[in-house]
């Protein structure tokens, strides 16, 4: 484990998976539930900029804008149009709810396949710079813009969270949804604007992360995968966690198949997944309340 | 969502013809069957529909008992699938046991696994237990491509060797009508096992475990054997598949599939197990064979349980149900109580 090339290319995958687990996090810090659907999220975002750039000769930031913009949409119609009313009639049974999420996973897919066709398209990278090289590392500009990226919006949403009125408003939502009703707290729109900001996140993630392997309709379901199994190995007690988390399963993903050949990141996924559920299924960073 | 619906309507049947609980829904599944294998006749790609709605009824089947009676969503039903696909495919290339053997070992194996996996994420529900078993169906299909010697890699493994029973080879018309029987009886064995005691007290379970715990039953036990029974289902159907299929591979039973047997029971009603197998047979059709819309059929099932949960939460026959009950009080000139 010294090829630094390596290690970059773990950072940079740690801080895709922080970025989607910042995502969920988000959404279980405002309603308090898993949305599954952040994966495809992301899909859209990198698909859909790929897409509008090759099909139409659309320069990448309008079209990486226009992606960000769907994406948002799509994740505001999850909460308007599915969660809600699903929680509303089962009043709050998590089955029902994670059903919903899943349709709403396999529908996004759908769509996306429907819309954008189903081969895998290449990413559209932002950065257009030279590769930066330090020592015997090459840094790809995107790779540069990932990380970058990943480490300001985990910077902005910890001062967020902690230091405004909407984020405090998000916690205290989340916290406990009765309560905040009864103090007459705008429950209905801190969660929108939590699904909103998730699907912000997300979309971002994806674009940025794109030219890396490409991406294609079906990209969102192990995305969907590996953003949760971040978010539940870093735990929710702190902002920063989730990028822990992604970190470590950035590890997982680059040193696993290098070392042990190709679908042995499937396998440590899993073995990661069984080990934190069964031993530590509250995350090593754990909020602690005085008793 | 998850409320019984259909019970009043099993139960009026057999206060009607018979008191045997179930019977309803077993005649208006056999002639519906009877109907579909009338349509089917001798053409062949119908013939693969058919048996494709009848893996895909297996399979939700097979959801049905730890999804929607112990209130569980395990994902790792395209692993049970393939074990009964591999077990087909196995039998055939490696041993020179009769064919049929693989619908024993088969459902075994899946069942085994399933007790296993049960065991490991027993403390799971939700989100967490949706998630490892995702990840396990993902793992089962790297292993199978990993173990060329035992699976084929990801070729796969094909040149089955045709069923023989006692001297009898069933022809492929045979076939289809043999699984359309076999899901008509597990359907109505799964109906039965519902309105048993055994089956409130799952589904009692689902609602309250501390209540049920309490009362004496090992509630993880009880979860166990749902999750064995429901994998057993599944490995059957796999291996129907495989067997009119003529091959498998790791492709043959992806996550997607698993996503669908999820929206079926959902789509057909979720109060019965012929929910599940009227879901299976309209995800089939509008799937795979609607040709107008070739590419976006499966896009419109994805719509389609989105707006059936928002819309009418107790599914196609949950409403054909509401729709009988409203006929019968006008015909009787009742106040209409449905």
């Keep these: ?291 | 969502m998850t409320t019984q619906t259909s019970q009043p309507a099993a139960v009026a049947a057999g206060r009607d013809i018979r008191r045997v609980p179930g019977i309803g829904g077993l005649a208006l599944g056999c002639a519906a069957a009877v109907l579909i294998l009338l349509w089917v006749g001798s053409d062949g790609y119908k013939q693969t529909l058919v048996t494709s709605a009848a893996t895909y009824a297996l399979i939700a089947l097979g959801m049905y008992v730890p999804y929607l009676m112990a209130g569980s969503l395990s994902m790792a039903y395209s692993a049970y699938a393939g074990i009964g696909g591999y077990a087909v495919g196995l039998v055939s290339a490696k041993t020179g046991l009769p064919l049929a053997v693989a619908w024993l070992v088969g459902p075994i194996v899946a069942a085994l696994l399933a007790v296993l996996l049960g065991l490991v994420t027993r403390r799971l529900s939700g989100f967490f237990l949706a998630a490892v078993t995702l990840l396990f169906g993902m793992a089962f299909t790297a292993f199978l491509i990993d173990a060329e010697a035992l699976s084929g890699g990801s070729g796969g493994l094909g040149n089955l060797r045709p069923l023989n029973l006692f001297g009898w080879t069933p022809s492929h018309y045979q076939m289809v009508l043999g699984s359309a029987v076999v899901v008509c009886v597990i359907a109505f064995l799964l109906d039965r096992l519902r309105l048993s005691p055994w089956g409130v007290i799952v589904r009692t379970m689902r609602d309250a475990p501390r209540a049920v715990e309490a009362a004496g039953v090992r509630v993880p036990v009880l979860n166990l054997v749902a999750l064995a029974l429901g994998a057993a289902i599944a490995a059957v159907g796999g291996g129907l598949f495989t067997y009119s299929a003529g091959s498998i591979t790791p492709d043959t039973f992806t996550l997607n599939i698993v996503f669908l047997a999820i929206f079926m029971p959902l789509i057909g009603g979720a109060g019965t197990p012929w929910g599940a197998v009227a879901g299976a047979v309209i995800a089939v059709e509008l799937t795979l064979n609607f040709p107008a819309i070739e590419t976006s059929g499966t896009l419109l099932l994805a719509l389609g349980v989105l707006v059936i949960m928002l819309v009418a939460p107790r599914g196609v026959v949950g409403y054909a149900d509401k729709l009988r009950t409203r006929g019968w009080a006008l015909l009787r000139k009742e106040p209409d109580r449905g």
């Design chain 1, 1 to 291: 484990m010294t090829d630094l090339q390596l290690w970059l290319s773990a950072v940079e995958m740690g801080c895709f998976f922080g970025m989607l687990a910042l995502a969920y996090y988000l959404i279980h810090v405002g309603a308090g539930f898993f949305n599954f659907a952040i994966g495809p999220y992301a899909m859209m975002g990198g698909l859909c900029t790929s897409w509008l750039v090759i099909t139409y000769d659309l320069g990448v930031w309008p079209a990486a804008a226009t992606a960000v913009a769907v994406t948002i949409g799509l994740a505001a119609l999850t909460e308007l149009g599915v969660v809600r009313p699903v929680q509303k009639r089962s009043g709050g049974g998590e089955l029902p709810a994670l059903v919903a999420v899943a349709a709403v996973l396999f529908a996004i897919q759908q769509l996306a396949g429907y819309v954008f066709g189903y081969p895998t398209l290449p990413g559209q990278s932002l950065a257009t710079f030279d590769p930066v090289t330090v020592g015997e590392v090459t840094v790809q500009p995107s790779s540069l813009l990932m990380i970058g990226v990943a480490l300001l919006s985990f910077a902005l949403s910890a001062v967020w969270i902690r230091s405004t009125r909407t984020g405090r408003l998000l916690r205290a939502v989340g916290d406990s949804n009765r309560a905040a009703a009864l103090l007459g707290l705008p429950v209905n729109r801190i969660r929108l604007i939590a699904f909103v900001l998730a699907g912000f996140v997300a979309a971002l993630a994806g674009i940025l992360f794109a030219p890396k392997a490409g991406v294609n309709s079906l990209s969102g379901l192990a995305w969907s995968l590996s953003g949760f199994l971040a978010v539940v190995v870093g735990g929710t007690g702190s902002v920063w966690a989730p990028l822990f988390g992604g970190m470590l399963l950035g590890l997982v993903e680059v040193f696993l198949p290098y070392y042990f050949g190709g679908q042995a990141h499937v396998y440590g996924m899993l073995f990661i997944a069984l080990l934190f559920f069964a031993f530590k299924p509250q995350g090593l960073f754990v909020r602690t309340v005085r008793a």
